[in-house]
């Protein structure tokens, strides 16, 4: 099976038809379209249904289009470990939460630095990532502390900060005074639908409490729960990194919840981990987030690992 050919499937999949898939490539309709119909025939199976308004898969079709990332991602690697690519290519998994606080500053470091390494950055909900690090998808992830992983991953807690109740300015949370399970089931809650983490830690929360979960609705995005509650809809519950420079950010209050933390954890596949690329964007990541921790500049959490930087500096 040819992959540059099962990589023009996929383009042609998300793209939606034939058409746009050959514009966004840069060639024509009919040279892609021979090509998907040499990797049907290499296949001896239909995968797409041409249509007036576009493509439709073929149940082969969603099997191959399901498969064909984690087996593109896994030549990417062996082209890599083989020498074949002057840049090392290195994908790192991060959540939504910590779009603004480290994500998209880590990006614009990473590109600014104008390292050897070629980044793909992938952005999810935990369940996401750990069904992307399950397919070797990513390098590089960090996700909440789990017991017993994977031995396919090697896992380093950094960061532990408790998980917020947010409401309207006019609900009067405060840092200083914590939220009681109590309080929290007094609250009409506007989260994410399971499996999302969050929305399954409060979930358990309040039933070791014997707290009851009250929904006022379920809300796919951490912009749409915010911007909810800052309408006097309703509450939620999100780390501070999720609600890090949020615009209207003076509109709303909040305050940690008893004895409920999360544990950011850095996950690096061990199939992986002796390439130099993944050692050194691991590496920087963490110390990027232990960073902010130690100036401040993450309210609320504390560091559960040394910084490489301040490991080496106690060593010296």
Partial sequence: MDLKLVDCFLRVVEAGSINKAA??????QPALSRRLNALEHDLGIQLLVREARGVKLTEAGTLLYNGARPLLRQAELLRDELGREARAQVSIGLPFSMHRLITAPFASAEIQSRSAVSLRIYEGFIHHLREWQQQGLVDVAIMEFEEGTSPLHEQTPLVREPLLLVGPVDAALHPDRPA?????????????GRPNLVRKTVDSYLKRHGQKFRRAADAETLQLCLSLVKDGLGYTVMPYCAMHDFPQMNELSATPIKGLTITWSLYVSQARRHSAGV?????????????????GEWPLAQAVAASPAGAAARRG
């Fill in 23 to 28: 514009l966004d490539m840069e060639i024509t």
């Fill in 279 to 295: 050692r050194s964007t691991a590496q920087s990541l963490q110390r990027m987030m232990l960073g902010l921790v130690e100036r």
């Fill in 180 to 192: 009681s399970a109590e309080k929290l089931g007094a609250c009409k809650l506007i989260l994410p």
